[in-house]
C-alpha cells in the first residue's frame, strides 16, 4: 500500500510544480507590467517584477525560481514593447531565479544569536539601499504607470530615507520576533539580484547599445536594477514569511 502511495506522488509531484511554474510565471509578468515608475534623468523604469521572482524561488526552488523569472519577464519585455532586451532577460532572469531558489534551501547552520546579528547587518544594509538608490534615482520628478493610468508625482528624497528606515526596522524586529534564518534569505536574494544587475550591464555594454546604436550609458541603469532588487527583496522576504505561516 506505502508502495503505490509513493508511486502516486512520484507522478502527482511533477503536476503540482508544472502547476506552481506556470501560476510563478504569470505572476511575474503581471507584476513587470502592472507597476512601473519612469524616470525622466535616466531614461529607465522601475518595476516590482523582481519580488515575484524571489517570491516564487524561495517558496517553490530554484527550478520553478529560473523558469518563472525567465519566461516571465521575458513575456512581460515582449507585451511592453522592448522585445530587444528579452535575450538578456530570458538568461539573466532564469539565472537570478535560480540562484535565490537554491541558496534559500541550503541555511547554514547557526545558533539564533548568529542568525539575528546576520538579519540585522542585512537589513540596515537593504534599507541603506533604498534610502540611498532612491534619493539619488527616484526623487523629484517622477511618472508613476499602474496599469494603463499614468500619473506624473513629486517624491522628496526623504521619503525614501524614511522608508528606507521603516524597512530596515521591520525586518530586524521580524528576525528577532519570529524567523531569524530571514538573514540567509536576504543573503540569497542580494546574490541574485548581484548577478541580474551585472548580467545587464555586460548585454547593455557589448550587445545592445554597440548592435543597436543606442546612445546611452550602460553604467546608468544599475542603480535602477539594484533598486528592483531591493524592492522586490523587501516584499518578497515577509510575503514568503506569511505564506509559509497560513499555508
Same mark, same amino acid.
Given at each position: 500500500?506505502?508502495?503505490?502511495?509513493?508511486?502516486?506522488?512520484?507522478? =502527482?509531484? %511533477? $503536476?503540482?510544480?508544472?502547476?506552481?511554474?506556470?501560476?510563478?510565471?504569470?505572476? $511575474?509578468?503581471?507584476?513587470?507590467?502592472?507597476?512601473?515608475?519612469?524616470?525622466?534623468?535616466?531614461?529607465?523604469?522601475?518595476?516590482?517584477?523582481?519580488?515575484?521572482?524571489?517570491?516564487?524561488?524561495?517558496?517553490?526552488?530554484? =527550478?520553478?525560481?529560473?523558469?518563472?523569472?525567465?519566461?516571465?519577464?521575458?513575456?512581460?519585455?515582449?507585451?511592453?514593447?522592448?522585445?530587444?532586451?528579452?535575450? #538578456?532577460?530570458?538568461?539573466?532572469?532564469?539565472?537570478?531565479?535560480?540562484?535565490?531558489?537554491?541558496? !534559500?534551501?541550503?541555511? %547554514?547552520?547557526?545558533?539564533?544569536?548568529? *542568525?539575528?546579528? &546576520?538579519? !540585522?547587518? &542585512?537589513?540596515?544594509? #537593504?534599507?541603506?539601499?533604498?534610502?540611498?538608490?532612491?534619493?539619488?534615482?527616484?526623487?523629484? @520628478?517622477? @511618472?508613476?504607470?499602474?496599469?494603463?493610468?499614468?500619473?506624473?508625482?513629486?517624491?522628496?528624497?526623504?521619503? *525614501?530615507?524614511?522608508?528606507?528606515?521603516?524597512?530596515?526596522?521591520?525586518?530586524?524586529? #521580524?528576525?528577532?520576533?519570529?524567523? %531569524? @534564518?530571514?538573514? *540567509?534569505?536576504?543573503? !540569497?536574494? $542580494? /546574490?541574485?539580484?548581484?548577478?541580474?544587475?551585472?548580467?545587464?550591464?555586460?548585454?547593455?555594454?557589448?550587445? &545592445?547599445?554597440?548592435?543597436?546604436?543606442? @546612445?546611452?550609458?550602460?553604467? /546608468?541603469?544599475? %542603480?535602477?536594477?539594484?533598486?528592483?532588487?531591493?524592492?522586490?527583496?523587501?516584499? #518578497? $522576504?515577509?510575503?514568503?514569511?506569511?505564506?509559509?505561516?497560513?499555508?
Amino acid at each position: 500500500m506505502s508502495e503505490e502511495r509513493d508511486k502516486m506522488t512520484r507522478r =502527482i509531484f %511533477p $503536476v503540482i510544480k508544472l502547476v506552481f511554474a506556470a501560476i510563478s510565471t504569470a505572476l $511575474v509578468c503581471i507584476a513587470t507590467m502592472f507597476f512601473s515608475i519612469y524616470v525622466p534623468a535616466t531614461k529607465g523604469f522601475f518595476n516590482i517584477g523582481e519580488s515575484m521572482v524571489y517570491l516564487s524561488a524561495i517558496l517553490f526552488g530554484p =527550478i520553478v525560481g529560473a523558469f518563472a523569472g525567465g519566461v516571465g519577464s521575458t513575456l512581460a519585455d515582449i507585451l511592453l514593447g522592448y522585445p530587444h532586451y528579452a535575450p #538578456a532577460t530570458l538568461v539573466v532572469k532564469a539565472l537570478e531565479g535560480f540562484i535565490v531558489g537554491y541558496l !534559500s534551501k541550503r541555511n %547554514p547552520k547557526l545558533s539564533r544569536v548568529k *542568525w539575528r546579528a &546576520l538579519t !540585522s547587518i &542585512l537589513s540596515v544594509v #537593504a534599507g541603506a539601499l533604498l534610502a540611498v538608490i532612491g534619493s539619488a534615482y527616484y526623487s523629484g @520628478e517622477v @511618472e508613476l504607470t499602474v496599469g494603463q493610468i499614468v500619473v506624473p508625482l513629486y517624491i522628496p528624497e526623504l521619503f *525614501w530615507t524614511a522608508l528606507g528606515s521603516i524597512i530596515a526596522i521591520s525586518i530586524i524586529l #521580524a528576525g528577532l520576533i519570529t524567523e %531569524p @534564518e530571514a538573514g *540567509w534569505t536576504i543573503l !540569497s536574494i $542580494v /546574490a541574485g539580484g548581484s548577478i541580474m544587475v551585472l548580467g545587464y550591464f555586460i548585454y547593455q555594454m557589448y550587445f &545592445l547599445f554597440p548592435l543597436f546604436g543606442i @546612445e546611452a550609458i550602460a553604467i /546608468a541603469e544599475v %542603480p535602477v536594477n539594484i533598486g528592483q532588487m531591493t524592492i522586490g527583496l523587501i516584499i #518578497a $522576504v515577509p510575503a514568503a514569511r506569511i505564506i509559509r505561516k497560513y499555508s
